[in-house]
């Protein structure tokens, strides 16, 4: 089993940066990819970004590409997504999520563990 803590979230104002991290713990975590997501409030839950287990592989929504970066650090058991340039679109709560293979992957359902979540709230 793993556990998923998001930290990291909070009100900025447009144009502004926040890291979001999320350490795991149980399972190795050099074994899984990893992936972040988010919900805006009446929306459904969208893939942002992912990385693969080694942290070579990455892919991103293209509404975030050029701002947003996706990075893990194995010897931490911790993802980073460092979000720059942030916009009010950007507001949601976004979570991390453990896939169950070593490939990066953009289907929620290929994710089988999660994290509780963190708000990120951008004003205009």
Known sequence: QVQLVESG????????????????????????AMGWFRQAPGKEREFVSTISSSGIHTYYKDSVKGRFTISRDNAKNTVYLQMNSLKPEDTAVY??????????????????????????????
């Open 9 to 32: 979230g909070g009100l900025v104002q447009a144009g502004d940066s926040l890291r979001l991290s999320c350490v795991a713990s149980g399972r190795t975590f050099g074994s899984y």
């Open 95 to 124: 979570y991390c999520a453990g896939a169950d293979g070593t490939f990066r992957e953009t289907l929620a359902s290929r994710y089988k563990y999660w994290g509780q979540g963190t708000q990120v709230t951008v004003s205009s």
